[in-house]
């Protein structure tokens, strides 16, 4: 079997992202490539979380509507799920919890509260039990399952192992679920692998006003601040956040911020100050559904015209939006790198979906090397804004004897005095046209669009940011391409046309309700013909796509 | 270093007579001053917010970051946080520091973050030509309020003393030597420094009579108490015109400023080797 | 003569802004049709600021770049503007302040100061003297002198009178303007026009933060407030501007913000709460030159995709770009009836040339009536957001007893009760799919396009806002044809399709380094061929303009 | 009217044992026992902010404005100059409204409008799973301080004092009925009235324990007194859980509010043919 699906559900507080994770981890270890979607309402304890667990042979990034596993910790999840059931699936639940359904599948009630009473542990090790059950159900060996609990449980280790070993015995074999002969990723969520992109590309401070779905880069900031030597803030609001990043950049500090719509809408007059002041700066905006509050821990892909024009006047942006771990890592650090190269904002635009979905991430490809930025001689007088041929000064930090290092959002000449000389306004405005230039002259080199798929199929799928995966399973399933776009700005319109050169039929797919990209596409004269848009906060299946796609074509 | 060597070749562009060539003047004695003994002046970094005070950046031939309203501070806090060795020191406005960035300021007092905020307080908006401000007197008629405005004023140094600053002082446009003394001690304090500045604004609230006959000294103040602070912060609240306004320190103490305690752990700085072999610790430590 | 170019100017504090108005209103006596642009730095005394009156028979919205009469109060101003002398111009100027050039001109020189030393007058009051003397020269009756200044003149009358007289009588008639037969009209700012049009339509609250170039009409209202009930507030911030709308909104007042870029900012994330909480708000949005500070004196349409797409997620709003100061009375009332109509944030956007630009303004052609939105009819249980056809509920605001009127910036129900359910998002997405169409559908009925100068032309200009008047002009003068396009949301496409219909060449005339509208109009298959951009901060003079399309069509 | 009446069929999603059911039910009973008493629950708006505390607002069948992160005052004023017979009740998470918001809260005060605020002070961010917020003590282990954070708390009472509100006291989820009497006293004070409520968190911040050895309601205190008040709300200041923690009113006096002063005239309401009488004036004058 290459390709498992297992959910687990319960209320939220019971841990299921974790032990989610910890499936993702034990097919891991197995060689299968996880992808991992986790579903749950914006509340602290109770309603119904889910997580969502797919393995199979080939990387993948999305997820099935049918499952082969069931894993309820509480009725409600066996009765919000059972339409995922096939023929052939299992169902585990806590016994002391859940009455069965009279369902044709097979079905394994473990003695959970027994066992935890038992053994005297805590109510949340009851996951260490079930995953101790799953384990044998699906044939997994204890050996995997005490490798992966070792590594990934910070406390009260030898309890945890204990009691899920009394789930391991309570239950029985069902299937085998055979090792792949591959090696086991590192799987991470997209904002982890943003966070050790940006890292790995030079990052020396994080600045985040926490907010769903962007806060677990924070976290994953925090924690591993002390190990890289970073400055990780959490100020009073967003508004703080942008200025100081720019504090930053001007002392030479690459920085990044990260928030979700409300909290960037905060950071725009900030970022027009960074257009004005030419100060590099990395925004990870992680969408979900708006308007404002609108649905906080669910996902969109609303906020992309948003982006591409937030902040009053023009300068050039760097736009990439990941569809994936890996793509969230190496792009995180293009992102910087671009940042610093070309003194620009540069954007990771990711959603609820990237950033939160757990995918297995293989570093060889998704490496991206810190460059450094174009830096003062150290001849003459310095000036921050000096007119070069690709519109980029050379960057001073403080402190330098003799030298004022003045940067301004302000109108100003090359020295970053203040003026309002018409002449000098046009000459940096073209300044700023010019670094666009350059920075998409950069960009050429950049595989900025991808091609999945039967790229000669003259239907194809155009998609961006997290639905990259589904587009791609949708696409090689039905014998189509999918166009994927990774650069949003600098636009890759002629690699986009090269791309879907031939197809007579173009679909976008998107998760929104006006077709944000297709519109994108039409200023560069790429029109769409037709468009599969979804709005409810929840990441296309594979199913959902493809019957989506079946209906669109017939 | 003399103060003219401080200077740049922008145009001023201040109303005659206004405060802000005070403020200017006295920032440059106390940076050349400085320099002389011992505080290099391209150790020093200049933040500026958007308003007549503003300007002031253009006219010191001193690192600067010319910001937006209201928002000097956060990009002080992080020049400060990136090296803790540069002295910061902000100019604001009423307008600019007390409305549109007042969380700002708080939080900077609250942090004890080691950076010195000017406020150029004049208690109008200058540059948008002559509004109330959060410094105004009750009743003030503005263009934003032609029957006089609705709100009683705020009192910074009060503001500061219970939001946790730990230099407070307020210097007055008239008196060079005093704002002179106040700049120098704000800037070699360690903590959060906030010099109220009586600015006077020739063009929309010309203060000076009013100010000359009711500003005094204070002397011989225990600038360690907080409720002697307090008390002199509060017997002139920026409303009558006429009370006596006491000028100079209100508050000096020490206490561990933001930058020694953030961010809890010694900075490292890998080089790449290091940091790509910790990178791979992380991944092993994910599968 | 019926197009007659006059400047004044020196230094700010010199009163410049009001001495134009002045001359402005001069030239209305006698019948002409009058547009002032007015230039100044960013700072309060000092620097150079002029003022450039003109008049005409028909109504016009550009200056020229040559005067007939140049006013110098100071030395700079001669020597600043020489080169817009003609043969025949005529120089006025302060004989105790400036030292005439060896020029050609006929030229007069005021013993101002020695004037207002005999009299006893305040310096500001060299205006009137001088304004005495232009009269004289340029042939006005010493009686339509005194009638607009005891008019406008609020402080010391009989000394400026008698100052002005002196200044009459010390100069000597060079030509003589003819009256024309024809009314004289009101003349405004494109804010006080905005203000009245607002008013007009019912407007109860206006809540600004000053920022030029909208701060002009923050002072209008607050001057208006006792006259007409306004409540106008001044508060800590933007983000608090455009909450208190929503507060006023919520409670059935009728609501404006107005702000410039970086205020604007700080308002997108109450924007998008109004999207989501479907409150009604009116946003005048007045341009210029950015990014961030920017040059804060000075014009341009560098906002427009940034007004289009700010604030999180997607809901319609509606975008009006008036180009003078009749469009403005008249479309700021329309902006206010669809924001209530349809409860969606309605925008009037500006720039710096249309919001402080003086305009004669024809109430007639202006006038926008109050529509009322549609109301709750008491009847059952009040639910906020139901759902309708349009996707419009009726409205109700505080206080009916047994009613709880929820409004609600989460997701929600038809209750206003926060709900992440996923189909229940999709019908709130829908209902604002639905107000967008419906408001669209309301647009149909107004003249979004307007054609002007030689519709039968194969050669168009393409212009939105500020543009409108110097484009008519220089379509006239070469027989080509004008297309302005006023409302840019929801898009007219159909209208201007059919606006261009016939022309064969398509130029964009814009006041940014992108052209924004030609890239808007991109999105709907309008594809232009040629763009003229100015970004220096300066509205196209009409000379630049038809030199620029001499240069385009060469 | 019965408190049970004021409820709606939302689903409650609080945390088993959240401080929030506390404030919940004392504003329900409050609300229902002024409609008996001549409030009219339908005269009265709640605007509350985003984060836990938010939810209330669902829960209560009550005009209502969910608002935005911070936002609350800002729109609660607006609704108040609409309209000063209405009641307005803004509910504020201590992230929400001194963090994000501060501003808002302190030009509430200043003003002195008559709105009240009631602080779901829990000290932490609920909603986003546990950071530090401004009154977290210094050394806090939150998500986004693993190593504790380097702050000092704020004193919120401390400062609403200094900023001008008129009603300042503090509850404890624990103590309903002292809940009630201070929310009901909050409600009819005429100007700005702020209720600090310590709002255990069960899941990301559980003081109970040390709150229930530690609070300790004032008694006799002399409410009118700034000084007193002052001291008072000094004698704990959010930082060492282990000091008497003083439950009640700290402060109240009677000032002029300003929804009594602005706009500084009679509000007329123009029917339409007098406000085009007027317009044609105005028109007039700009001949
Ligand atoms: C976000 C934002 N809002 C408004 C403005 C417009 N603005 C420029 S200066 C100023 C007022 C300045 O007043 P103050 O801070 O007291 O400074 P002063 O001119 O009196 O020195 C304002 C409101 C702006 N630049 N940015
Ligand atoms: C502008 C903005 N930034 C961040 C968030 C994310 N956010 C939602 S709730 C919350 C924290 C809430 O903490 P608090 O105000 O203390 O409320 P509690 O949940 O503790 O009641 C944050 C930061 C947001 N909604 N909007
Ligand atoms: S307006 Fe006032 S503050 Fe500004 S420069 Fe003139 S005098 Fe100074
Ligand atoms: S997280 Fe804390 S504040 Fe939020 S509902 Fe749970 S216990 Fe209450
Ligand atoms: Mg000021
Ligand atoms: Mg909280």
């Given at each position: 079997m290459e390709d498992f699906s297992t959910l687990i559900g319960g209320i939220a507080g019971d841990g299921i992202n974790e032990a989610g994770a910890t499936i993702g981890r034990l097919f891991n270890r197995l060689g299968y490539r996880i992808y991992m979607y986790y579903d749950y309402p914006s509340l602290i304890r109770g309603g119904h979380n889910f997580s969502l667990i797919r393995a199979a042979r080939r990387k993948i990034g999305t997820h099935r509507d049918k499952v082969d596993v069931l894993i309820a910790l509480n009725q409600e999840t066996l009765e919000r799920h059972r339409e995922r059931l096939k023929d052939k699936s299992f169902i585990i639940y806590d016994a002391d919890k859940v009455k069965p359904l009279d369902l044709k599948s097979s079905a394994c009630g473990l003695p959970v509260s027994q066992i935890l009473k038992e053994e005297g542990a805590l109510s949340i090790m009851k996951n260490s039990c079930i995953l101790g059950g799953l384990c044998r159900i699906v044939g997994i060996e204890w050996q995997v399952l005490e490798d992966v609990l070792s590594m990934h449980i910070p406390k009260e280790l030898e309890l945890n192992l204990k009691v899920a070993h009394r789930g391991y015995d309570s239950a029985v074999e069902f299937c085998r679920i055979e090792g792949l002969n591959q090696e086991s990723l590192p799987i991470m969520t997209g904002n982890q692998a943003i966070g050790l992109g940006l890292i790995r590309a030079g990052l020396k401070a994080y600045i985040a006003y926490p907010m769903t779905p962007s806060s677990s880069l924070l976290d994953f900031m925090a924690q591993s601040a002390p190990g890289f030597g970073l400055r990780v803030i959490h100020p009073e609001n967003e508004i703080a956040v942008m200025l100081m990043a720019q504090g930053f950049a001007y002392a030479g500090i690459k920085a990044a911020v990260g928030t979700s719509g409300g909290g960037f809408c905060l950071m725009t007059e900030g970022l027009s100050l960074a257009g004005q002041a030419e100060m590099p700066v990395v925004i990870m905006m992680a969408q979900r559904a708006g308007p404002s509050t609108g649905l906080p821990t669910y996902t969109a892909q609303g906020d992309l015209h948003f982006i591409l024009n937030a902040g009053q006047g023009e300068f050039p942006r760097f736009v990439v939006a990941p569809g994936d771990a890996e793509e969230a890592c190496r792009w995180s650090g293009v992102a910087l790198n671009m940042a610093w190269k070309f003194q620009v904002p540069a954007f990771i635009l990711t959603d609820k979906s990237v950033s939160e979905g757990l995918y297995s991430l293989d570093i060889s490809i998704a490496e991206t090397r810190e460059e450094h930025p174009i830096l003062w001689d150290g001849e003459d007088e310095y000036h921050r804004y000096k007119y070069t041929q690709t519109g980029v000064s050379p960057l001073a930090y403080p402190s330098h004897r003799g030298q004022a290092i003045k940067a301004n959002g302000y109108g100003h000449d090359e020295h970053g005095i203040t003026t309002e000389d018409p002449k000098t306004a046009v000459a940096m405005a073209d300044k700023q046209l010019l670094k666009g230039e350059a920075l998409a002259k950069e960009m050429e080199e950049y595989e900025a669009v991808a091609v999945h798929g039967d790229s000669g199929s003259n239907t194809a799928l155009l998609c961006w940011g997290s639905n990259k995966g589904v587009c791609i399973e949708a696409a090689e399933g039905l014998g189509l391409k999918a166009v994927h776009v990774v650069v949003l700005s600098p636009f890759p319109a002629q690699r986009l046309k090269e791309a879907l050169k031939g197809a007579q039929r173009i679909i976008a797919v998107e998760g929104n309700s006006t077709a944000q990209l297709a519109r994108l596409a039409g200023l560069y004269g790429i029109n769409v013909d037709e468009k599969i848009l979804k709005y409810d906060g929840r990441p296309f299946s594979l199913d959902d796509l493809i019957s989506e796609i079946g209906r669109t074509l017939a | 270093?003399?103060?003219?060597?401080?200077?740049?070749?922008?145009?001023?562009?201040?109303?005659?007579?206004?405060?802000?060539?005070?403020?200017?003047?006295?920032?440059?004695?106390?940076?050349?001053?400085?320099?002389?003994?011992?505080?290099?002046?391209?150790?020093?970094?200049?933040?500026?917010?958007?308003?007549?005070?503003?300007?002031?950046?253009?006219?010191?031939?001193?690192?600067?970051?010319?910001?937006?309203?209201?928002?000097?501070?956060?990009?002080?806090?992080?020049?400060?946080?990136?090296?803790?060795?540069?002295?910061?020191?902000?100019?604001?406005?009423?307008?600019?520091?007390?409305?549109?960035?007042?969380?700002?300021?708080?939080?900077?007092?609250?942090r004890n973050i080691d950076i010195t905020l000017i406020l150029h307080d004049n208690r109008v908006y200058g540059l948008t030509t002559g509004q109330y401000t959060p410094t105004s007197p009750q009743g003030f008629k503005g263009k934003s309020t032609p029957l006089g405005s609705a709100e009683p004023p705020m009192n910074p140094p009060e503001l500061m003393l219970v939001s946790g600053a730990t230099y407070i002082a307020r210097g007055y446009t008239h008196g060079i030597d005093l704002l002179q003394r106040l700049f120098k001690e704000a800037i070699l304090h360690k903590g959060f420094s906030f010099v109220d500045v009586l600015q006077v604004c020739m063009t929309y609230n010309n203060l000076y009579e009013s100010y000359n006959k009711c500003v005094y000294e204070m002397k011989g103040n225990d600038t360690s108490s907080f409720d002697e602070a307090l008390r002199l912060s509060r017997s002139w609240r920026y409303d009558g015109p006429d009370a006596p306004i006491p000028l100079g320190r209100f508050y000096q103490v020490d206490a561990p400023s933001f930058e020694e305690v953030f961010p809890g752990f010694e900075l490292v700085d890998l080089d790449e080797a290091k940091r790509e072999k910790k990178i791979s610790e992380v991944l092993e430590r994910m599968i």
């Open positions: - | 270093m003399k103060p003219t060597d401080l200077g740049t070749y922008a145009k001023n562009t201040w109303c005659p007579g206004c405060g802000n060539f005070s403020i200017l003047n006295a920032m440059r004695a106390v940076l050349a001053q400085l320099d002389e003994e011992g505080l290099p002046v391209e150790e020093v970094v200049l933040v500026s917010g958007i308003g007549c005070h503003g300007k002031i950046v253009d006219y010191l031939n001193v690192n600067s970051f010319y910001s937006i309203h209201g928002r000097t501070l956060p990009v002080a806090t992080a020049i400060k946080l990136a090296n803790p060795e540069r002295k910061v020191i902000c100019f604001s406005g009423d307008g600019d520091c007390l409305a549109e960035g007042l969380d700002h300021l708080i939080f900077a007092a609250k």
